[in-house]
């Protein structure tokens, strides 16, 4: 670190309690009075250096032998930065480094020690040392404007900052192998044990290939107003935005400690302990810094990884940050989805009015960002002609929205056990994703499996409709047959499965025969390549196999069939059985009733003959 020595005289301060007092030999005729702190001092010596001090104590009237009394209770940096400055006009000797330079220099502008008063004076030996020397250096430079949030409304006012700030934002913007000491050299200039070389004494150093973001870590220890200021010359100066935004990035980890949780041990982007720094910030200050950051970041797709942000929006949640930061957080989270991965998706549910376990909604919003700026990419187009030009073409551009929709189903997988989850969003989930997104609908399939097993009190009306967002002709095979044999799924989607199943396997035996008509043929095939007998007999096999498959398939649908016409007849006669019971029943009660009557009138006769 810079510094200069000031003064010539051995330090004849000293101090007990809250009192200063110089050991001279000679009695005090003054009393200065810096906040708690008294200094017990002499006014020749700071008469001739200070001009407001020389104010003071000429307005003052003589207060006998006990001398005058002055209160300087605005002095920038209180009792410490007059503590040096009055060293200074005792000569007294003392260092003066990047680390007090800022706000000694704020103080000798509130005591007025300028040249007027005095050649060579406080004024104009720390305005050379800021000049000559901290400016010139990195690091430097960084502990001066750290020391800058002490004085702040002073250094601005003097343009301290903005000449730190400026330097600071120049040599970030310019090669850092351009500035610093030594001069990283190459070839001749490199000693055998590695080290640099200047002038040909070997350094020690060793030499240090720096990337462009090697100023991060050094900015991110700034304050938040003094980052904001540098963030925003910087930008300036034309600083890219993926360098801005990497740097904002890192200072987020720095200060929010909800960042880092998920972070590796190993991560090299951390090379700081974020506990001791965060530890410092309290809810409401971390709120406010993150709030701050959204504002900070470039809203632009990719400049920041998708796990800061949806860091950024679970910590956004925890501390209840305004509803606009969390907006901007999930339309950023929006914009580039696709780069998202299943569990960053996974935000519990703080909210105690929902009672589901994944905050769904907040995904469902999400999503929504993304297929709106994904159509808008296709200018408005419909789904069907994107499906007809761009899906079979195979162009990239339906590759974002491809990995988005398997993510989605992937999510919907995740959450389909939890019972609270209503139909209605699930659905909502599914459909969000357009019909030409999903290549296949296994992953689909999947999840309404899932969401059916979880949820075995659903109606059929509502199984029916849940898997009527699945379209049976995009499962694979293998997913046709798991579906075949689904005892949740409803009557109607079974059928429907093993009929799209059936049309797939003939389809694929058609292709197989044609190709083997071409074989036997002895035609080449369009690519001209001769097909080998080995070859011939593998697709044989191949058919026959399909062959089977399919009449399996016949045989499964005929008594699938049987079985439902042999319960409709089944129910057919137990209805007519419990009828005819019911009649029979019926007429034996009354035949009981009419022969009791009978009985009863030839009673009443034989009785009436007696």
Request: negative net charge.
């Amino acid at each position: 670190m810079a510094c200069m020595k000031l003064g010539s005289k051995a330090d004849a301060f000293r101090r007990e309690g809250n009192s200063w007092f110089c050991t001279t030999g000679l009695p005090s005729d003054i009393t200065i009075e810096v906040g708690e702190v008294l200094f017990h001092l002499h006014k020749f010596p700071l008469l001739s250096k200070s001009g407001l001090l020389e104010k003071l104590i000429r307005e003052k009237p003589e207060e006998g032998e006990e001398g005058c009394s002055v209160n300087l209770t605005d002095i920038p940096f209180g009792p410490k930065a007059f503590e040096l400055a009055a060293k200074f006009c005792y000569n007294i000797k003392f260092e003066l480094t990047a680390s007090n330079v800022v706000y000694l220099r704020c103080a000798a502008d509130y005591l007025e020690m300028t040249e007027e008063i005095s050649e060579g004076n406080l004024v104009s030996q720390s305005d050379d040392f800021l000049n000559r020397y901290v400016l010139r250096g990195w690091k430097d430079t960084i502990r001066a404007l750290q020391t800058c949030d002490d004085v702040l409304p002073r250094a601005e006012e003097l343009q301290i900052v903005k000449r730190l700030i400026e330097s600071l934002a120049r040599k970030a913007s310019t090669d850092p192998n351009m500035f610093g000491w030594p001069i990283m050299q190459i070839g001749p200039s490199q000693s055998p044990g590695g080290s640099v070389l200047w002038n040909g004494i070997s350094t020690g150093a060793k030499p240090i290939n720096r990337s462009s973001d090697w100023w991060y870590e050094d900015v991110s220890s700034l304050s938040l107003p003094l980052y904001k200021k540098l963030i925003s010359v910087m930008e300036s100066r034309g600083v890219t935005q993926e360098l801005i935004a990497g740097s904002i990035s890192f200072y987020a980890k720095r200060h929010l400690p909800g960042l880092n949780r998920r972070e590796s041990v190993s991560d090299t982007s951390c090379r700081f302990d974020s506990k001791v720094l965060a530890s410092s910030l309290s809810e409401e200050e971390q709120k406010h810094l993150l709030e701050e950051i959204d504002q900070l970041l470039p809203f632009q797709k990719g400049l920041a990884s998708s796990r800061i942000l949806f860091g950024l929006l679970r910590t956004a949640i925890i501390l209840r940050a305004s509803e606009k930061c969390l907006s901007n957080l999930e339309r950023r989270i929006g914009m580039q989805l696709d780069q998202a991965a299943l569990e960053d998706l996974l935000i519990p549910n703080i909210s105690e009015a929902v009672e589901t376990l994944y905050d769904v909604d907040r995904v469902q919003r999400i999503l929504d960002h993304f297929v709106a700026m994904d159509q808008d990419n296709f200018g408005g187009a419909s789904p069907a002609l994107v499906e007809d030009e761009q899906l079979i073409l195979g162009s990239p551009s339906l590759t974002p929205i491809t990995t988005v929709a398997k993510l989605i189903d992937n999510y919907l997988a995740e959450v389909a056990p939890d019972v609270n989850l209503k139909l209605s969003k699930f659905q909502s989930l599914i459909t969000a994703v357009p019909d030409y997104a999903r290549p296949l609908d296994d992953g689909l399939y999947r999840a309404i499996d899932i969401y059916l097993k979880a949820h075995p009190w659903l109606q059929e009306s509502e199984r029916e409709e849940l898997c009527r967002l699945m379209d049976c002709q995009k499962l694979s095979l293998e997913a046709c047959t798991h579906a075949a044999q689904n005892e949740r799924l409803p009557l109607r989607a079974v059928v429907q499965v093993l009929f799209f199943e059936q049309l797939h396997l003939r389809s694929s035996i058609a292709g197989c025969l044609l190709m083997s008509d071409n074989l036997d043929g002895s035609r080449p095939l369009q690519s001209g390549v001769q097909v080998s007998n080995r070859e011939h007999q593998v697709l044989k096999l191949g058919m026959d196999s399909m062959r089977n498959r399919v009449s399996e398939l016949e045989k499964e649908c005929s008594s699938l069939r049987e079985d439902i016409e042999k319960l409709g007849r089944e129910k057919k006669k137990l209805g007519f059985r419990i009828i005819k019971s019911q009649i029979c029943s019926s007429n034996d009660g009354l035949a009981s009733k009419e022969r009791l009557a009978s009985e009863e009138v030839e009673k009443q006769k034989h009785l009436k003959q007696k």
